[in-house]
């Protein structure tokens, strides 16, 4: 792929949504902003690691003084009591109907900022600068925004996509070995779902994968990285999957359900490790997920054990567990109940693979089988 910038152009509800991938990508912005100024939303370490790039996108897309609100990053953003703050800030700031709205963070700022963009005055005009790897190669794209209430994870959202989606790699030189780690649970899932090329390329660079992931300090960034690895490669062919299914399935009637691989146990210990001691990341949850259902499905001879193995190597060289501590039955249950992905008529519906590169997205799986593969239960 050459170096140039890449752009997708998708087109959600009638509404068009343009993903750029390129070095230059944030200096786009001024494209989608229709009545500047906008007002910025940025996850306070992202403005702290990267000030000059930030100023000099706010700098390029309007010579107005820019109004600018940081905030925490991470999961515990995306509560109630943080959209509240938000809502006061757009008032304070007297955000209009024709504004726009800027977020730049990972996938936690982006839900967030991607929900009060959606419900502040019936709706404004929202652009995305993502900065995790996760937040680009999924989070940003296909419009979902997200909030976790009532002990759950993601059940108040909204569909509300991104006018503009500028994703840079270059912010990624800052990301902690754990951030790199989900994010690569997005990436293998998004190729396993819908790129078996992308899926081999990966599989091929386990060895320097694991080099790079298996041994950092989780906590720490990992010198040289980006230089490491093809990661523009692999974040636009995995934009172009995503791009894809949302195109084809924006409200997630059929093929879009195929992004929820790994994501309906996932979520659930998600929930039920952030009640414990020990939470586990998105991108560690969506792993064990991921881990889970190909082993039911090998085991059921729905896919093959050597694709099944194939993922779990992958997952593991990239430092992601592929199991964990089960929860009580009787909570596994209440959680997985409570899964937005639930229908009330046809119960819960479950993501098997089929092969790399081929998902079936009505499956059924019993709680029993899922504790089959997880570890005994932790004391706690
Ligand atoms: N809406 C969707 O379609 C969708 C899809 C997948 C995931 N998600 C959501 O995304 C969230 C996870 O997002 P995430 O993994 O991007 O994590 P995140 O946004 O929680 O960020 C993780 C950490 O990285 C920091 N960070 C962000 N950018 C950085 C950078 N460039 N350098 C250094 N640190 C940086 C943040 O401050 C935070 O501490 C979850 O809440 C998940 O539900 C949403």
Redesign the pocket.
């Known amino acids: 792929m050459p170096e140039q910038s890449m752009i997708i152009e998708m087109m959600l509800d009638g509404n068009p949504s343009t993903y750029v991938l390129g070095p230059l990508a944030g200096l786009e912005l001024g494209n989608f902003v229709p009545a500047p100024p906008p007002v910025y939303i940025i996850?306070q370490?992202?403005a702290q690691?990267?000030p000059d790039w930030i100023q000099q996108i706010q700098n390029n897309c309007t010579d107005a003084k820019q109004n600018t609100l940081l905030v925490?990053?991470?999961?515990s953003l995306?509560t109630m009591a943080h959209l509240e703050k938000i809502y006061q800030w757009l008032g304070d700031q007297a955000v209009a109907r024709d504004a726009t709205i800027v977020a730049v963070?990972?996938?936690?700022?982006?839900?967030l900022v991607g929900f009060a963009a959606s419900t502040w005055r019936r709706g404004v005009n929202f652009v995305s600068i993502p900065?995790?790897l996760?937040?680009m190669v999924?989070?940003a794209l296909?419009g979902?925004?997200?909030i976790n209430t009532a002990g759950l994870?993601?059940p108040v959202g909204s569909f509300h996509p991104a006018r503009g989606i500028l994703a840079d790699v270059g912010?990624?030189s800052?990301?902690?070995c754990n951030?790199w780690r989900?994010?690569m649970a997005?990436l293998i899932k998004t190729a396993i779902i819908g790129d078996e090329r992308l899926f081999a390329h990966l599989y091929a660079f386990r060895a320097d994968l694991a080099k790079v992931l298996g041994p950092s300090p989780a906590e720490e960034p990992i010198p040289g990285i980006l230089g490491a690895l093809p990661w523009r490669q692999w974040v636009g062919r995995a934009a172009s999957v995503k791009a894809s299914l949302v195109n084809r399935d924006f409200k997630e009637a059929g093929a879009r359900k195929a992004l929820n691989l790994g994501h309906t146990l996932g979520h659930a210990l998600e929930a039920y490790s952030h009640e414990h001691s020990h939470p586990l990341s998105?991108?560690q949850a969506v792993s064990i997920g991921m881990a889970v259902v190909f082993r039911i499905a090998a085991e059921r001879n729905f896919c093959s054990l050597s694709h099944a193995l194939q993922v779990l190597e992958l997952l593991e060289a990239c430092g992601l567990p592929i199991t964990w501590p089960a929860p009580p039955l009787d909570r596994l249950e209440i959680l997985l109940a409570g899964d937005k992905k639930t229908s009330a008529r046809e119960g819960l519906s479950w993501v098997l693979p089929e092969r790399i590169g081929k998902v079936n997205v009505h499956a059924k799986v019993a709680s029993k089988e899922l504790l089959r593969w997880l570890d005994a239960p932790a004391a706690d």
């Open positions: 996850d370490v992202v690691l990267h925490p990053g991470g999961e995306k963070g990972g996938g936690s700022v982006l839900d900065t995790t996760l937040a999924d989070a296909g979902k925004t997200a994870k993601n912010f990624l800052t990301l902690t951030d989900d994010g997005e998105h991108g």
